[in-house]
């Protein structure tokens, strides 16, 4: 989840109510350098509650919780599975949930009380184009063939009758709707805008799951999303409007590992843009990310050697146990040592530790997290023949620049591809946007949402290759 140290004074006004807890509930939720406002919105149904929630620090609204739980009119758990987010609490006397927030392992304690809605200012956003558009728009829908579901989302050429070059946007990690749309930023409007402004059509489209896409994205791999971008492609072929030997791909961050694989068994792709692209394995893309972004949020050095050791211990199980009740137990005593392990004063109850331990050893043995610790980019790169433009920012905290440029780049040198360009833009983070420290905590702030200089830098190399 995306952090911001944005600070919102709240004035809470609390309701009386009995056994139906319906209705808004905040709580400020404080880590390491800063503090983050959540509100759950929760609704009773016919077969229990259903729930959402907002970050209005970050301008996220209406985040689907996909488990809601009221057990003995006391303890309330509300879980996010794709994002690997829990909130777990027990009810007090005085109508408070007092209870711990915990995703990807990491557990912090967090109270809400019954509130009135938070109405949050909208951010500004200077980049974001805005109707009437001096091209063509039109909603699409095409069918991933071999899974039988339909994706819906957005293609945009610089005019209604012609033949146009075009390219197809990959979203990153975690469920993305057709912007990419992230802390009030939609990159991929922004970016699908200057592309078709300028001669080249965009297909952006909602992930499986997401928005007006259908499939299922609990059990989806990187592989899975690499099949959604293929029946992408296959649809653009059948599209008269389409220059079907000018066809790219733009993929983002895991988007970056997914345009290697549908190039790589695909010779109708004629140029792939790798925006903070992963060129190393997942276990060790995530070990450095984890120590970057910890660094960044103020933990010591010995802090950070204990995570890396129980992370390493995490991931030998996913990647190695094939029997999910073994691999589970072991997660289980793994996770449940590192809770123990604490200072006294920051350890959830031990009701608490047993149940947060059980959801995290779950999320850690889904599809998307098994393949992801053990996919080799180089796999598919190997194979990747067309041009390729490699890009990142030198402050990304998620993707190291320097390791996984350098990666991408060895790999296609041995393979033989020689038409790769490579480029690290100063000063901008992992959403490409000027930064001063590239932490989460500034996406949100900053107004600008993608770089113009990379803008233009990406519609060069392509105009290039769509010669």
């Known amino acids: ?10 004035f809470f006004t609390i309701c009386s109510f009995s056994q139906d807890i319906s209705g ?32 209005p620090d970050q301008g996220v609204k209406d985040i689907p919780m996909d488990h809601v739980t009221f057990e003995n009119n006391k303890t309330i758990t509300l879980e996010i599975s794709q994002a690997k987010i829990i909130y777990t609490a027990d009810l007090d006397a005085s109508g408070k949930f007092i209870g711990n927030f915990s995703q990807s392992g990491s557990a912090l304690p967090m109270n809400i009380i019954h509130s009135t809605p938070i109405v949050q200012a909208k951010p500004n956003r200077p980049q974001e184009p805005k109707a009437p558009f001096p091209y063509y728009v039109e909603d699409v829908t095409f069918e991933n063939k071999k899974e039988n579901f339909t994706l819906a989302g957005t293609l ?60 299922d994205l609990l059990h989806a791999t990187t592989q899975s999303f690499a099949g959604d971008v293929a029946a992408a492609v296959d649809y653009l072929k059948t599209r008269k409007d389409i220059n079907t030997k000018k066809i790219g791909l733009i993929g983002h961050s895991e988007g970056g590992a997914v345009a290697p694989m549908v190039a790589a068994n695909n010779k109708d792709i004629n140029a792939i843009v790798l925006l903070a692209g992963t060129g190393i394995p997942g276990d060790q893309l995530l070990l450095q990310q984890n120590y970057l972004i910890g660094r960044a949020a103020g933990m010591t050095e010995a802090e950070l050697e204990v995570s890396k050791k129980t992370n390493l211990q995490i991931y030998n199980v996913v990647e190695n146990e094939k029997d999910l009740v073994t691999a589970k137990k072991q997660l289980t005593e793994i996770l449940t040592k590192s809770y123990t392990s604490l200072p006294k004063e920051q ?45 990142n920012g030198a402050k990304d905290l998620q993707v190291p620049p320097k ?53 233009k830098f990406m519609f060069d190399w392509l105009t290039v290759q769509f010669k």
Not at 1 to 10: A, N, P, R, S
Not at 360 to 374: E, G, H, I, N, S
């Open 156 to 215: 945009t050429l610089p005019k209604k009758e012609g033949k146009f070059p075009v390219v197809v946007l990959i979203t990153g990690s975690g469920p993305e709707n057709r912007n990419s749309e992230i802390l009030g930023h939609k990159p991929f409007l922004v970016i699908a805008d200057y592309l078709t402004r300028n001669g080249i059509g965009v297909l952006r489209f909602d992930d499986r799951g997401v928005g007006q896409s259908k499939g």
């Open 403 to 455: 390791e996984n440029t350098e990666a991408i780049k060895n790999t296609l040198d041995k393979a033989g591809n020689k038409k790769v360009t490579v480029k690290i833009f100063p000063n901008l983070n992992h959403l490409f946007q000027e930064c001063e420290t590239g932490a989460f905590e500034e996406y949100e702030k900053i107004e600008q949402t993608f770089s113009p200089d990379v803008l």
């Open 24 to 55: 808004c509930w905040s709580g400020l939720l404080e880590f390491p350098g800063g503090k983050l406002t959540l509100v759950f919105n929760i609704q009773k149904s016919e077969n229990g509650y259903t729930a959402t929630m907002d970050s």
């Open 347 to 391: 350890q959830p109850s031990e009701a608490e530790i047993t149940a947060i331990v059980s959801q995290q050893a779950d999320q850690m043995l889904y599809p998307w997290m098994a393949f992801f610790l053990k996919y080799d980019p180089a796999t598919a790169l190997t194979n990747v023949k067309c041009p390729v433009l490699v890009l």
């Open 1 to 10: 989840m995306k952090k911001t140290l944005t600070l919102v004074l709240l």
